[in-house]
């Protein structure tokens, strides 16, 4: 009888490495898994803990005599002793807690915003055709909670809190300030600073969905006034302006309070802009190192006039200059008297556009008799018609000629050109039919002298 043969069958490496790498995959996923409900476990632990730290500020200002309820830098006035924000530390975590109280004017008994000629706007959204002159019906307490550094976290609370009596008439006066945009149209979440260094009064108060920042029991001063400010993040400033024998006459001076009266004051702010400039001389190639100056349409005062803002840059190696974060306005743009600017593309005043970068072209010579265009007009003409065009600027002898230019078509040249003496100005006279539609460049050549003013005539 045969003997039976035994056989043993043992592990290849391939199949070693390939069990190894299946049950750390397994074990991977299933750490992977753990870990992710340790963090979601976690956070719920710190949202319930913020959420708690937020209830429990509303029950503490609940329990509070309405009269206190104002905090540190709010615009309730008398400000109290309720910190705006604070830090607390809760089962070795760190909490930032905000709070925030302000009057709500309610439409109940009428509103005291203007919102246009037969109606008021109530900071409650609501409008009546009544105006109320003591517009602080209740509190509005809005209380937020996180931890620091984690808004995954945060728990926002509000709560409406009344007086025991009416609202009652006092020796106080009201400010509503109002923030609109460039359009307009108005902007919320702007921070509205008020300052008076007669009534010690210093606050700030954000603006609601509709641009409004409301203060009331302010004390009255109609001597210095109050000095009021908007800003907000990546948005222009815009302010009143101090009353001072220097400067008597101010466009939006500090504004008085009068005793139960309601004092508007609107200030205007908008996002940052740019302007690039390509400064070339009068052949067109790029100058570097010359100092530019923006002077802003707006002002701060007349007579004399006192610009809002005032900015300079050089141009660099390749005669750019760039002016960034300045605010929407149309500005003028001039250069040290060594040189003369013969064209800006486009005409000055420039507009610049908030949130966007403008492109404008500097043309500067260092010859103060080559002619020069400083406007013109009209800008534009319809194809087909006949249109006189009215130029101004400087340094027009009477062999002064102009046509208009566009890449791929024939020049327009003017059937009548008519120069002034005083060689500042000049009409020409153009027949637009069959032009093409767009944007066309003046060329004014004097004195075999040539300034081009680009895309300085649009024809449509």
């Known amino acids: 009888m045969e003997g039976s043969i035994k056989r043993r069958r043992g592990f290849t490496l391939i199949e ?8 750390t995959i397994v074990f991977g ?33 609940r ?37 925030t109280i302000i009057f709500i004017d309610d439409v109940f008994d009428g509103c005291a915003i203007p919102f246009d000629v037969n109606l008021y706007q109530c900071t409650d959204g609501g409008t009546s055709a009544t105006f109320d002159v003591v517009p602080v019906d209740y509190k509005r307490l809005t209380v937020e909670a996180m931890k620091v550094g984690d808004p995954t976290t945060k728990t926002t609370l509000s709560s409406n809190i009344a007086a025991k009596a009416a609202e009652t008439p006092s020796n106080t006066g009201m400010l509503l300030v109002k923030v609109i945009n460039a359009l307009g149209q108005p902007v919320e979440g702007a921070t509205v600073t008020v300052t008076n260094d007669v009534t010690l009064v210093d606050l700030q108060g954000l603006t609601n969905a509709q641009g409004y920042v409301f203060v009331a029991n302010l004390p009255p001063d109609n001597q210095n006034g109050y000095h009021i400010v908007a800003t907000k993040d990546g948005f222009s400033t815009d302010f009143t ?10 466009l939006q001076p500090d504004v008085d309070i009068n005793v139960q009266q309601v004092t508007v004051q609107t200030l ?7 302007a690039t400039l390509n400064v070339v001389n009068e052949l067109g190639a790029p100058l570097s190192g010359v100092e530019v100056t923006a002077t802003s349409n707006k002002l701060l005062y007349t007579n ?22 300045i605010e929407w306005d149309s500005y003028s743009f001039t250069v040290a008297s060594s040189y003369h600017v013969i064209s800006t593309s486009p005409y000055q005043k420039v507009a610049i556009n908030p949130g966007i970068n403008t492109n404008v072209t500097l043309a500067l010579t260092t010859d103060p008799n080559w002619p020069r265009i400083d406007s013109v007009s009209p800008t534009s003409g319809v194809a087909g018609d006949t249109v006189v065009v009215a130029i101004e600027g400087d340094n027009y002898g009477g062999n ?50 040539i300034v081009t003013q680009q895309g300085g005539f649009t024809i449509s």
Do not use: C, H, M
Request: aromatic residues 4%.
């Open 16 to 23: 070693i490495l390939i069990d190894a790498l299946v049950i």
């Open 29 to 61: 996923a299933l750490a992977g898994s753990l870990i992710f409900v340790i963090k979601s476990v976690n956070s719920g632990k710190l949202r319930t803990a913020a959420a708690t730290l937020a209830n429990e500020q509303v029950e503490y200002l």
């Open 63 to 99: 329990n509070l005599p309405y009269d206190s309820l104002s905090t540190q830098n709010g615009t309730i006035l008398p400000q109290g002793n309720i910190p705006d924000q604070q830090t607390l530390t809760r089962s070795g975590n760190s909490f930032d807690l905000k709070t």
């Open 241 to 250: 302006t101090d009353r001072t024998a220097q400067n008597p006459n101010q």
């Open 268 to 274: 205007a702010i908008d996002l940052l802009a740019t």
């Open 304 to 325: 004399p006039d006192t610009p809002k803002n005032v900015y300079v840059q050089s141009s660099n190696g390749t005669g750019v200059a760039v002016f960034a974060n």
């Open 400 to 449: 002064a000629t102009v046509i208009l230019r566009q890449a791929g078509q024939a020049d327009i040249v003017p059937t009548v050109i008519d120069v002034n003496p005083n060689q500042k100005s000049l009409n020409a006279t153009f027949n637009l039919t069959g032009a093409a539609s767009g944007a066309w460049d003046i060329v004014l050549t004097s004195n075999n002298q």
